[in-house]
Antibody
Framework: QVQLQESGPGLVKPSETLSLTCTVS????????WSWIRQPPGKGLEWIGY???????NYNSSLKSRVTISEDTSKNQFSLKLSSVTAADTAVYYC??????????????WGKGTTVTVSS | DIVMTQSPDSLAVSLGERATINCKSS????????????LAWYQQKPGQPPKLLIY???TRESGVPDRFSGSGSGTDFTLTISSLQAEDVAVYFC?????????FGGGTKVEIK
């Protein structure tokens, strides 16, 4: 059974770059597309972007200039970088697997999430 | 962007009774070429990640109890819990995947009356 685990710093200073990694176990990262989603405290869900199984990416336009999602197939990991962070980027960050099949851009497996606080 | 609007924000239902959650999209998420609605439902319990319940508006994910059902088409969708159990206390979100950016509804909190 596929499992996802987020890792990275829990505290990031304003204007710096948030970097998170999602480690996939129980399956190959190459067979699926993968996504990042975040949830500010007490609020709803915001899609950040995904990386297709082909390696191409698609980002939320609201964050596009600051976001990079990449993958390392040798480590079975994919990563998120969000630059120039502010307090508004404080959230629980989730990595998730995108559903299999054409157009199936729902998320069927989620990591437990990691809390990132932006503060000096 | 497609805006997803859920109602109500919260509801309290007695154990064994029906719970109904609505989700409305600002434009149709029905793809005419395959007649599929690009709409999913998730359940999120406190301190946990969301869990996929329903996709293609009405297809239950494997392992999801059959008391959960999804219906609707175009812009109006419903998640129904036919007989509420204590373990169903959670926040429920809808999500459209018709186009990017993928967007979610604001969530509906379900509690026991």
């Amino acid at each position: 059974q596929v499992q996802l685990q987020e890792s990275g710093p829990g505290l990031v200073k304003p204007s710096e770059t948030l970097s998170l990694t999602c480690t996939v176990s129980g399956g190959s990262i190459s067979s699926y597309s993968w996504s990042w989603i975040r949830q500010p405290p007490g609020k709803g869900l915001e899609w950040i972007g995904y990386i297709y199984y082909s390696g191409s990416t698609n980002y939320n336009s609201s964050l596009k200039s600051r976001v990079t999602i990449s993958e390392d197939t040798s480590k079975n990991q994919f990563s998120l970088k969000l630059s120039s962070v502010t307090a508004a980027d404080t959230a629980v960050y989730y990595c998730a697997r995108v559903g299999y099949g054409s157009g199936s851009y729902f998320m069927d497996v989620w990591g437990k999430g990691t809390t990132v606080t932006v503060s000096s | 962007d497609i805006v997803m609007t859920q109602s109500p924000d919260s509801l309290a239902v007695s154990l064994g009774e029906r719970a109904t959650i609505n989700c409305k999209s600002s434009q149709s998420v029905l793809y005419s070429s395959n007649n599929k609605n690009y709409l999913a439902w998730y359940q999120q319990k406190p301190g946990q990640p969301p869990k996929l319940l329903i996709y293609w508006a009405s297809t239950r994910e494997s392992g999801v109890p059959d008391r959960f059902s999804g219906s609707g088409s175009g812009t109006d969708f419903t998640l129904t819990i036919s007989s509420l159990q204590a373990e169903d206390v959670a926040v429920y979100f809808c999500q459209q995947y018709y186009t990017t950016p993928l967007t979610f509804g604001g969530g509906t909190k379900v509690e026991i009356k």
